[in-house]
């Protein structure tokens, strides 16, 4: 029965972004079959490569890469597997979220709210301007009127 050690230990990354571990399964017989898991379920094969090397004395040597994005956190296992036993190593995966990006939403609420006001203003101003020709305001006299009014010479 030969070792498992993940290389890479525990890691965290950005949500999104790609982690990666590194496998490292010594002196087995015969090839072991390398797997990687997140909280017990496995990875698809797709997203780790393992390579196998024999130096001399006959006993395996593998070496396995997982590259995975990050999307959720959890104990990332690997596991090495012959007929006659299966040895695991784990790490963590901590995944920081991603904030929560605002900006659009935003501009959307800025724009529909001065959309409104705008609507408001004119309505107001159209209101003011009916109310106004209903009542038959007639145009208030001007100063300039006024005055000369009262210095024109009164004849009797």
Known sequence: R????????????????????????????????VTWWLDGVAFSSDLYNTTTSQPQGGLVNATSVLR???????EVQCRASVAAATVSDAVYLVVIPTPTDWTVLI??????????LLALLIIGIIFCCRRKKEKGETPSPSPVSVVSQRNSPEIY
């Open 2 to 33: 030969g070792t498992v050690s993940i290389l890479s230990g525990n890691l965290t990354v950005n949500q999104g972004e790609e982690a990666e571990f590194r496998c490292e399964a010594f002196h087995w017989f015969p090839v072991p079959a």
């Open 68 to 74: 995975a994005p990050a999307v959720r956190g959890g």
């Open 107 to 116: 501009a959307v609420v800025v724009s529909f709210a001065g959309a409104a």
